[in-house]
């Protein structure tokens, strides 16, 4: 992994290197620098699977971030790329011509986050949230207490005590 | 379509009479992983029922019910949580806050029901298969903590800068170590039940963490007039109670209090507690004693428009906060910026004048609506052991009020203290300081019947006594004191073994093959104080309803068995400041409404 990593560094504007003995390398890089990279990896370095790809939202950097973890079976070996983009208009390149369910990952990542992928098949289809019209509910800002107030009714039978409120009527009511 | 598609589903038929490749009764004997988050537990003994796991739940499937069984008390609510499956998402985080480590997450997790209603349990109480479970999700050790466990450490002076001097030696919190502080605080308000005085303490936390230090003025204030005070030798019940205490150290509740208060200007508080402009009602109150359940009575009572006057038997008000405790645990410009407020408020103070000589009693009930005695606890008690009554015997209690009147006291190289409380270590600390002075080398000895682990005292003042000097040697029974040529030689003590007898009752037992001596040739009383009740002439003590032990019997509004005379503080109940400014309040409540009452 060190070789590759040492190869990568040659070539690419990869930073912070997280090694792990029990997971995956991971690598941060310029997100305008993903797909010459990802390309390289699949096809002169073994890298041909493409295990997942996640996103989180740095609401307070303004930032989201998408993790794409790529697999070498020939020598078992994992490697992660995470690469930043703004959190306002949020668009990435696709990778769906390098692997064809990544359109779905991105499907799904458009339909919860909201961040584009301009040219991958489908992206704009129904995913999970049929007849959604709310922000995409996976970003940090989705008030989920308050949509499910809004859309739900509450549970009957439940009710608590604060244990302050509660000691002041069981030890000392009057005073 | 093409024929391929076709027969291809067809295909899938070969297979039909190979080795399956699933695993043969899935429903059985498929545990969930060690640290698998699956259904709740909750030791009940364990769980104060702080309501943490409530606040932290995101999804709100947490409630508090009250549980038949578990009684609410000091320290616990008497309720336990109750979890609505039908909301839970199982993160765990329940269990990562629970300040007692009773909440956990078994690796259970198939539970079938019809009845939908059942999937709301409380764990513990509703009995589960998974209650014996071991594996499942508990907080990870060590340092996953959502909060500190470790206080922010309170800066005190040295002891060779403080053994040879009154100075204040709690240094106080900055504003960054008191947020600090404050952080750790869950909000749970367990503490408050506790608390005498029954202060907002999580609310004054909280102002801390928000900077704003007038709001936590003000809440002081709803429940407590002498917070300077207060925040320096308040006896910290709550502290004893603190749910972070379970697992970690109880935040510093005292010092953030006092926190508070330094950080307000005496010129402010008058805007700050909204008290500039009182409306008066006309009626007027006496007072006996300026100490913490006259001052607080006079306060609540100034505040409600009654015109309000102490008489103090000393030159100074404060009573035994001023002429008890040392001053370099209680400064007197702090117990002075307390009082001057409440001075400011109107409440007038005639110094110097004794109940029953410069006035009695029958005369301040004629001449004021209602009376509020806290008279204290100023009479020293003695041993009466065989040479006790030698003229270099002395009662701690004189000795403490003398050093703060600035008079000189008896001293001398080799001292002794008999005493284990609080009070002992005042005297004891005083002596080391005065002896430093003189001779440039503590000499005292405190002894107790008491053995080191059960002494009254905070241990703090045991361990500093030591530090600045003394000798602190708990678990003797003082025996006699050696007189020749009329001059005192020491102390012979024997060892204690029990303080009780079976009963209960004090019956100090010693073992008197191991004796001891201990050289001195001044010994200070210093095992508790009694109240002088001389101010009641026979004909109160006749109205008044007084018990066994010489205690006056009032009611729950500190009202005696004559309607106009309230009695509160140490001579009710306590002995502590804490106690006194809760009677008082308390008391001012009470004669708000007797005097409402009697008017219409």
């Known amino acids: 992994m060190n070789e590759l990593i040492n190869h990568l560094k040659e070539r690419f504007p990869i930073y912070d290197v997280v090694e792990s003995t029990t997971g995956p390398t991971f690598v941060s890089l310029d997100a305008a620098k993903l797909i010459p990279m990802i390309t390289s990896l699949k096809t002169n370095h073994g890298f041909k699977i493409l295990v997942i790809l996640s996103t989180v939202d740095w609401i307070e950097d303004g930032k989201f971030q998408l993790t794409y973890i790529i697999n070498n079976p020939d020598e078992k070996t994992d490697l992660g790329i995470r690469i930043f983009i703004d959190r306002e208009n949020a668009s990435m390149e696709s990778i769906h011509k390098l692997w064809v369910f990544a359109a779905t990952f991105q499907r799904e990542i458009k339909e919860m986050y909201g961040i584009d992928f301009p040219g991958s098949p489908g992206v704009d289809d129904q995913f999970l949230l049929e007849g959604w019209d709310e922000m995409p509910p996976m970003r940090r800002d989705f008030d989920t207490k308050k949509y499910s107030e809004d859309t739900f009714f509450p549970r009957p039978g439940r009710e608590t005590n604060d244990p302050a409120e509660y000691m002041k009527q069981k030890l000392y009511p009057d005073e | ?600």
């Open chain 2, 1 to 600: 379509m093409s024929i391929k598609d076709v027969i291809v589903p067809f295909s899938a038929w070969r297979k039909v009479f190979d080795k399956p490749v699933t695993i043969k009764d899935p429903i059985n004997e498929r545990p969930g992983a060690d640290r698998y988050r699956g259904f709740h537990k909750n030791d009940l003994e364990t769980c104060i029922g702080c309501g943490t796991c409530e606040v932290i739940c995101e999804n709100e499937a947490i409630d508090l019910v009250p549980v038949e069984g578990i009684e609410t008390k000091d320290g616990d609510s008497g309720l336990r949580p109750r979890v609505d499956y039908g909301r839970c998402c199982w993160c765990g985080l329940c269990v990562d806050i629970c300040t007692t480590g009773s909440l956990s997450l078994t690796n259970a997790y198939t539970w079938v029901e019809e009845d939908p209603e059942k999937y709301r349990f409380t764990p513990g109480v509703d009995e589960k298969p998974w209650d014996n479970e071991e594996k499942g999700w508990k907080k990870p050790e060590p340092n996953y903590e959502f909060y500190n466990l470790k206080r922010v450490t309170m800066e005190h002076l040295h002891p060779e800068e403080r053994s040879d001097s009154f100075i204040e030696m709690v240094k106080g919190y900055s504003k960054e170590q008191a947020e600090k502080e404050a952080d750790r605080c869950v909000e749970c308000g367990i503490c408050t039940a506790t608390c005498p005085a029954h202060m907002g303490i999580p609310e004054y936390i909280k102002a801390i963490r928000n900077n704003d230090l007038e709001e936590g003025l003000r809440i002081l204030y709803d429940t407590n007039p002498l917070p300077e005070i207060c925040g320096r030798i308040c006896t910290h019940k709550c502290e004893a109670v603190c749910t972070i205490g379970h697992r970690g150290e109880a935040l510093s509740i005292r010092w953030l209090k006092r926190y508070i208060a330094d950080q307000n200007p005496s010129e402010k508080y008058k805007t700050i507690l909204n008290s500039e402009f009182i409306e008066k009602n006309g009626k007027s109150i006496a007072i006996i004693g300026s100490g913490p359940s006259g001052l607080s009575a006079a306060h609540y009572l100034a505040l409600m428009g009654y015109e309000v006057t102490i008489y103090e038997k000393l030159p100074h008000a404060g009573g035994m906060m001023r002429y008890g405790i040392p001053e370099y645990r209680l400064p007197y410009d702090q117990i002075d910026k307390d009082i001057d407020y409440i001075l400011s408020l109107g409440v007038k103070i005639l110094y110097n004048t004794t109940i029953g000589k410069d006035i009695t009693l029958e005369e301040l009930g004629k001449k004021y609506n209602a009376v509020f005695a806290g008279t204290g606890l100023h009479l020293g008690r003695s041993t009466r052991i065989e040479g006790s009554d030698h003229k270099n015997v002395y009662q701690s209690i004189e000795l403490l009020r003398k050093i703060t009147l600035g008079e000189e006291i008896d001293l001398a190289e080799k001292m002794i203290v008999i005493g284990g409380g609080n009070v002992a270590m005042d005297i004891t600390r005083s002596i080391a300081r005065l002896q430093m002075k003189k001779y440039g080398k503590a000499g005292v000895i405190a002894t107790s019947l008491e053995t080191e682990d059960k002494m009254p005292a905070d241990r703090e003042e045991v361990v500093e006594a030591r530090e600045e000097g003394a000798i602190v040697d708990p678990g003797w029974a003082p025996q006699h004191i050696e007189i020749v040529d009329d001059k005192i030689k020491g102390l012979h003590v024997a060892q204690c073994h029990s303080l009780f007898d079976e009963e209960g009752n004090f019956n100090p037992q010693c073992n008197l093959d191991n004796l001891k001596f201990f050289e001195g040739t001044m010994v200070v009383e210093s095992i508790g104080q009694g109240m002088d009740l001389s101010y009641l002439s026979d004909d109160i003590k006749h109205e008044l309803e007084i018990d066994k032990r010489g205690r006056i019997k009032v009611n729950e509004d500190f009202q005696s068995g004559l309607p106009w005379l309230f009695i509160g503080g140490d001579i009710i109940q306590g002995p502590d400041v804490i106690h006194g400014i809760a009677n008082g309040h308390t008391a001012a409540k009470g004669i708000d409404t007797f005097l409402f009452k009697e008017s219409k």
